[in-house]
């Protein structure tokens, strides 16, 4: 990816555990930031952070299960901040359950808000990205893209998809000025997805780790 000072990047669950430690990477790597989720005061005080930091941040609300959240998440993104560099998909969800103890509800939601809305985030974004020959797509996919999550069957089938679209995305859009990333965190201390919350049933190997999200990158 080309230096990204002055792009602009829109962030998904920007108010969640990670998003608000991506906000703050990218802005300090020069990026202005459309921060998107639902809870407001969280995104809020996420655009201070990256307004302290000499970048703008917009702040618009979404709750992306309702119907047309995405075109129109993307539609007043284009006409309060201009036009979309960088798409960090990182809103996601995690129930942890018995794989027959989902509901129909559950399982539509984890496989629309893992892997539907941010395919469609994509098409959304990626026609301006090409006629403008500039731009990146970062989708926050799991160590569940790689290998099995027992209880936690439509997450990985979700986050396995999301790798393979990126996957498919950079071979297909080679040589069009869009890159496509999947990045595949370990297990992050955070209120949400952590191995913590999980149910004793459904806990991980000790070998599979865990960090905070402002942990350094091993040399
Ligand atoms: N934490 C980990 O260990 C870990 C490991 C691997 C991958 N990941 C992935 O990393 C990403 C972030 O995880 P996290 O731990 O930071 O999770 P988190 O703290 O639960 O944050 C999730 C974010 O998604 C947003 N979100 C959820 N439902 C939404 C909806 N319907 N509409 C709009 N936004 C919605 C939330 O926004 P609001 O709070 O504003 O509603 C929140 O900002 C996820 O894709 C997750 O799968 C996490």
Redesign the pocket.
Known sequence: MSSPIGWRGLV?????????YIAKALAASGVDLVL?????V??NAVADTVRAQGRTATVLL?????PD?VTQLVSESNATAGPIDLLV??????VASAYTRYTETELS?IIS??LL?PLQLIREVLPGMVARRRGHIVN?????SLGPLPYGVP?AAA?AGLAAATHSLRVEYAGSGVGFSAL????????????ATRPPAAQLPRSSG?CP?NASPRP
């Open positions: 998904t669950g920007a108010s969640g555990g990670l998003g608000r998107t989720g639902r809870d407001l969280a995104l979404a709750d992306l299960s309702e959240a998909n990182n809103a996601g969800v995690e939601q808000l893992d809305i926050i996919c799991s160590l569940a997450y986050k595949i965190p370990g297990f992050v201390t955070g209120p949400a997805s952590s191995p865990q999200p």
